[in-house]
């Protein structure tokens, strides 16, 4: 599995299907900027199941991009696939007081 | 007592008799340990503690002493030891102190015991106090079996920091559940470590950091940037030396309290995020500052350590501790 990290986005069914692959840190940045306005959907279901290591800077640039989503796209997130250290992760840093945890 | 007698003594404090059993097997055996259970009250406290004519090297508070029910305690006792460190306990099933009385009681320690007795992880809390006790800084080997290889990677780099995250990964072999929690544990706290030297340590002489998180860049033979870890094969121990030294004991306890209260939504990534995860990924965070010239920034954690958001963690930031 590539550490590069990547994005994929499709909207069916009135939801926005987005799938983030690869190591998210500060490479990560100009993509998950962009990623707000690629939301068309009032949800949008997010899919970790090929993200890798999320660092402190991964974290502050998903919670910047949630916050977009939430507050600009007024859209509802849920989180899928996340394996247990960046559930964790996601927990410490006040990720789930933006999105929702599918499990 | 005199000066002699009194290296190494440890006064104890606990809340009350089953407070202190609970920490029995953490302290039994130290030879000069002094515990009061409860100690005297607020009225009397330095009176009769004066005429007993101690000066203990290190305090120990029990976390259900502190902080309600006797707030002034702190001061008094750095009033009364002025030389002593103190160190805070708490037992893993408790709650976390409240951290930012923490960061304003300015206390630096702080151990979590298991509360099962398991000989191996008291065995390693015991070898904490006594570094504390002899003001010695954490060392790599002491957490990890005899004759354990330590893997040490100078880095002059931040090209080197993928290299470095899957050498770690490397060395933690087995396809256990408990394996690959570690695997993905270490890999963040490597990376955190590395970022913390390569994009926090380097700073102005006003605080201002000199390159952006995520910069590529080269690091100065002079930077003395470290990265060292050993794995054998229950307890993974990693460290990461730079030589800037701008790190201080309030910076760190501070951050772990802001961060610990409540994430702030903070977009950026000053409020030392990097160093709370590293805080609560690891079962114990070692800092040993040397204002100026060093920080060693490290810890360890087993593979068998609960991954849970509750549990909390301990930490040690220490100034100026030097190897004995």
């Known amino acids: ?103 | 007592m005199n000066n002699n007698t009194n290296r190494h003594v440890i006064l104890a404090l606990f809340n009350n008799i089953a407070d202190e059993n609970a920490f029995r097997p953490l302290l039994e055996g130290f030879p000069k340990l002094l515990s009061l259970s409860p100690p005297p009250d607020k009225n009397h406290f330095t009176g009769i503690m004066a005429s007993a004519h101690m000066n203990p090297s290190l305090v120990i508070l029990s976390s259900r002493f502190y902080h309600e029910s006797r707030p002034e305690l702190v001061a008094e006792l750095r009033k009364q030891y002025p030389g002593a460190d103190i160190l805070l306990i708490t037992l893993a099933t408790d709650s976390l102190p409240p951290l930012q009385q923490v960061a304003k009681d300015r206390i630096r320690h702080l151990l979590v015991t298991p509360s099962d007795d398991e000989p191996e992880g008291i065995s390693s809390q015991r070898t904490a106090i006594n570094k504390l006790l002899v003001r010695s800084p954490w060392e790599l080997r002491d957490y990890v079996r005899p004759g354990c290889l330590v893997h040490e990677y100078p880095l002059n780099s931040s090209r080197q920091k993928e290299a470095l995250i899957a050498a770690v990964e490397d060395v933690i072999g087995g396809d256990s559940i408990d394996m690959e929690l570690l695997r993905q544990r270490a890999s963040l706290l490597a990376d955190e470590m590395v970022e913390n030297a390569l994009y926090g340590a380097p700073q102005d002489h006003d605080g201002k950091k000199l390159y952006h998180k995520g910069e590529e860049r080269s690091i100065a033979v002079d930077e003395n940037i470290v990265f060292r870890f050993a794995f054998d094969g229950e307890t993974l121990a990693m460290e990461i030396a730079d030589g800037w030294g701008t790190l201080s004991p309030e910076m760190v306890v501070d951050f772990l309290s802001r961060n610990q209260e409540g994430m702030p939504m903070e977009e950026g990534e000053a409020g030392g995020r990097g160093l709370f995860i590293i805080w609560r990924f690891l079962d114990h965070l070692h800092v040993n500052i040397r204002p100026g010239q060093k920080t060693i920034l490290g810890g360890h954690l087993k593979a068998a350590s609960t991954l849970d958001f509750e549990s909390p963690s301990g930490f040690s930031i220490s100034t100026n501790y030097t190897s004995q």
Request: proline share 2%; charged share 25%.
């Open chain 1, 1 to 103: 599995m590539s550490s590069s990290f990547g994005v994929t986005a499709r909207c069916a069914d009135s939801t926005d299907y987005i799938e983030l692959s690869g190591n998210i840190d500060a490479s990560a940045e100009q993509q998950l900027q962009m990623l707000p306005g690629m939301v068309r959907c009032q949800v949008v279901r997010i899919d970790f199941s090929r993200a890798r290591r999320i660092n402190s800077m991964g974290i502050a640039l998903l919670l910047r991009c949630f916050k977009h989503i939430r507050e600009k796209n007024k859209a509802e997130i849920v989180l899928r696939e996340l394996n247990p250290t960046n559930t964790i992760l996601f927990k410490m840093t006040g990720i789930f007081l933006l999105a929702s945890h599918e499990k």
